[in-house]
């Protein structure tokens, strides 16, 4: 079966901004994270319903 685009979506972000050297948190924590407003894929990277507290 094809890759859903739900799940290219979380590859392409995981791919992007992980590093799971830097302390900073899951994959999923990092993605949540990020701060490129001008990336196409931006509104529709996987967060949580919740926005973390800062
Ligand atoms: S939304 Fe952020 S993590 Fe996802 S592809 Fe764009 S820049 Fe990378």
């Known amino acids: 079966m094809a890759l859903s685009m ?3 979506i979380n590859a392409k ?3 992007c901004i992980y590093d799971p050297k830097s302390g900073l ?3 999923r924590q990092q993605v ?3 701060t490129s407003t001008n990336c ?3 509104p529709l990277r996987p967060v949580s319903k919740k ?3 800062r």
């Open 40 to 42: 196409a894929l931006y």
């Open 51 to 53: 926005e973390p507290k």
């Open 25 to 27: 948190g899951t994959w």
């Open 6 to 8: 739900r799940k290219a």
């Open 32 to 34: 949540e994270g990020c």
């Open 13 to 15: 972000c995981k791919d």
